[in-house]
Each structure stands twice: as C-alpha cells, then as structure tokens.
C-alpha cells in the first residue's frame, strides 16, 4: 500500500568564465556533491514541505538539488505550468530500477540509490547517509560557462566498474512563485526551487579523460546548469556538480 502522506500511482508495466564545481575534483566517498532529485507536482497537497526542503538544500554547496514536476497529478483541477512528460518519465524509469511498485509524490531519489518522500529532515539525513555508505569515490566533472554561454564540461580519467556512464545536462530555473486557483493547494502561492526546465544526454564516459561542449542555445538566460553522471538506464550517480554563477542575464 501507499505509504500515508505520499500521492501514489501504479506503474504500467513494471577566455572563460570559470566557476568552481560544487566541490574540489577528486573528493572521497564522503564528500560528495550529492545529487536530489525531488518528483513533485503543484497539484499534490502533500508536496509543499518537500518543495520548501528542496530549497534549502539547493544553497548547501555539497548538494545537486534538482525539483522535477510531473504531470500525472494534472486532472484533478490544477494543470502544473512545469510539469512535462519527460520528466514524468524519469520518475517512472527510477521506479523501475529502484523496483517501486508505483510512483508517488512527493520523492526524494538521491544519487539513484535511494528514495523517500523527503518532507523532514531525518528522511533527507538518513538517505545522504546511506548514499555515502554506498558510494564510491566521487567521479565530480568540472564545469566552465563561456563569455557566449556554452558550457563546458570535463572529467578527469577514473577507472569505472561498470561500463560507460551517461552525461547528462540539466538546465534549471532557480526559483518561481505560483498562486494556485484549483485543486488541492487552492488558494496557496507554491514556492518552487530549481525546477528543470530541459535536460539532455550529451555523451557517454568510458573512463578515459574526456570533455563535452554544450551551445548556448540550449539554455535561457540566467538558468542554472547541472551535470550528472550516471550509469546508463538510471542507475547509480557517479558524480555530478552545479553552476550557478557566469549566467547571462
């Protein structure tokens, strides 16, 4: 059953401007950064907390704190402005490698290794920790945005257990304030953080030093810029890092 709390549904199916990456390359199993990858909608009554927890993860500087708005909440009177089906979509493949019987709202995924609805802070602590048990040395690509807005991206060469790793880009919007009309949070004004806007695979990692160069126009002025490398299908995070800062606009 459900867990009481959390909005459900069962799966069908089963010169540069430089910037520092969240933290120094080479970082050790306990450092991080972390990815957060929160699944939420504005339609969903119990996603607030989760929202506002999201937001104070998103200033910590060893956390990727990503908010994902999905689309399946969309029917029952509030038609959420950023939800899409792509990002419907990554929740539902992390339910499948996660083994979930169902996607639920609010989630918490961190680093493709656990999840939980992430409305307090003992849920967020206990799944930071059971990241870094679990995790290796962190693999932390480095992240330079140029004068014209392209991003580059470069990893430095690692030995990887599992195969090549995706490279994936997130471009995020820092923050937006929603007065909702219908619905379930009828008649509140919805604070949301970092909420993806696109994302994309721009390559695959086989472990050798390697860089990526990403147009600007694939991003809008003043969006934040994520990395996330991950084993292919949604698996395990390697090692990601943020870029905030050298935005136009």
């Not at 999840?115 to 930071?128: E, F, R, S, Y």
């Amino acid at each position: 059953m459900p867990v009481l709390g959390r909005r459900s549904v069962l799966i069908a199916g089963a010169g540069l401007l430089a910037a520092r990456p969240a933290l120094a390359e080479g970082n050790g199993p306990s450092n991080g950064p972390w990815a957060i990858e929160l699944f939420t909608s504005q339609g969903c009554s119990s996603c607030p907390p989760a929202d506002r927890l999201l937001g104070k993860l998103a200033r910590r500087p060893d956390i990727v704190a990503l908010s994902f708005h999905v689309d399946y909440w969309d029917y029952i009177g509030w038609k959420d402005r950023f939800a899409s089906k792509a990002t419907t979509e990554r929740q539902r493949a992390y339910a499948r490698t996660l083994k979930q019987r169902y996607v639920y709202t609010p989630e918490m995924v961190v680093d493709g290794r656990v999840h939980q609805p992430g409305i307090n802070d003992g849920q967020i602590d206990a799944m930071l920790a059971d990241a870094r048990r679990q995790s290796p040395a962190r693999t932390t690509p480095q992240l330079v945005r140029a004068p014209d807005g392209a991003l580059t991206i470069r990893l430095a060469a690692a030995k990887l257990e599992s195969g090549p790793a995706d490279v994936t880009v997130f471009a995020y919007d820092l923050q937006h304030s929603t007065p909702v009309g219908r619905g379930e949070n009828e008649g509140r004004r919805l604070d949301n953080f970092n909420v993806v806007r696109r994302f994309e695979i721009v390559g695959q990692w086989n472990g050798a030093e390697a860089h990526w160069t990403v147009p600007a126009d694939r991003f809008e002025s003043g969006q934040g810029l994520a990395v996330i490398v991950q084993q292919p299908d949604h698996g395990l995070v390697l090692g990601c890092a943020k870029i905030e800062t050298g935005l136009a606009g």
